[in-house]
């Protein structure tokens, strides 16, 4: 298909950074945006993130492609309103019909979404991903350049998409310069809870600890190194978009979580006995991420 307009629906970090690399790199001859806070609305047209911010239902009518970058909570109930839109439009709206109309998430809960969708008529224009990318920021000022380049991304069940949509999804994200891996939503959601989400729920364990035991700010902002630094700084990331992520993907959190309370008590228990030699076993043990990230 011909792609003329991308719809992006939420103008921060995600959606912002990828109608950026979408505009620069020219996949679509027009980029509009949805941004329901009016400030950051006039943040995303005073910088250039889209051609124009547009009403809800003008964007779906002049969209090819809508992308869904808002908090998981509220981007659950927003896809089935589009795919109703696509369902009931079919005798309205502008540019190509609402039947070849394309929807996507980037959310990095998966599971929940895909079962709310999963019977709707429209399904087959669903695809539901997860670029694997982000920083600490929110906020249409947090948009980069580039931010994609090299990452992965999961795309969710694409057995349920039509696989024309698939198609034209993974020509999107080629060039956001990504790599598409097709994984179930299950299976997503287990593996980012072990890699993504509990390095968050640390990191927030982090901050709240070092803020409970040191009560001077002053010695934080002098002492703190640059590891103390890249550990919390996960812990500026938003309460918006992090509290339905732990919600929705609950179960899995807490296997994840109880597994890490384990290690900690291993910690202690050798810091306690003064074991040295249990210590450095933990620690070498750990040395072996080495092998996988560097």
């Known amino acids: 298909m011909t792609v003329k307009t991308v719809g992006i629906i939420g103008l921060g970090l995600i959606g912002g950074s990828m109608a950026l690399d979408l505009k620069r790199r020219g ?33 779906l009518a002049e969209a090819d492609i809508v ?25 309205s709206g ?31 224009q669903f695809v539901s991903t997860h670029p694997m990318a982000g920083t600490e920021y929110s906020g249409p000022w947090a948009a980069m350049e580039g931010m994609f380049d090299g990452r992965a991304c999961i795309i969710a069940n694409a057995e349920e998409s039509d696989p024309k949509a698939v198609t034209a999804i993974e020509a999107l994200y080629d060039c956001l310069h990504m790599r598409p891996i097709r994984m179930d939503a299950a299976q997503h ?10 390095s968050h729920v640390t990191s927030f364990a982090l901050a709240l600890t070092v803020l409970d035991k040191e009560k001077d700010e002053k010695h934080i902002f002098d002492l703190a190194s640059g590891g103390f630094s890249s550990t919390v700084r996960l812990a500026k990331s938003s309460a918006d978009m992090w509290v339905p992520i732990l919600t929705q993907n609950r179960d899995n ?29 933990l620690i070498e043990d750990a040395n072996h991420i080495k092998k996988i990230i560097r």
């Open 67 to 91: 992308v869904v970058a808002i908090p998981v909570g509220a981007a659950v109930p927003l896809v089935t309103d589009i795919l109703n839109h696509f369902r009931d439009g079919a005798a």
């Open 94 to 124: 502008d540019g190509i019909p609402w039947r070849d109309k394309i929807v996507i998430d980037v959310c990095s809960t998966k599971e929940m979404i895909c079962l709310e969708t999963r019977y709707h008529p429209c399904r087959g």
């Open 27 to 59: 996949y679509a001859e027009r980029i509009v945006g949805v941004e329901q806070d009016p400030v950051h609305a006039a943040a995303a047209g005073t910088i250039g993130l889209v051609d124009a911010v547009l009403p809800y239902e003008q964007c």
């Open 253 to 281: 959190v807490l296997q994840v979580i109880d597994t890490y309370i384990e290690k900690m008590q291993a910690f202690r228990d050798a810091i306690a006995v003064v074991d040295a030699g249990k210590i450095r076993s």
């Open 189 to 198: 959601d287990i593996h980012t809870a072990y890699v993504s989400h509990i």
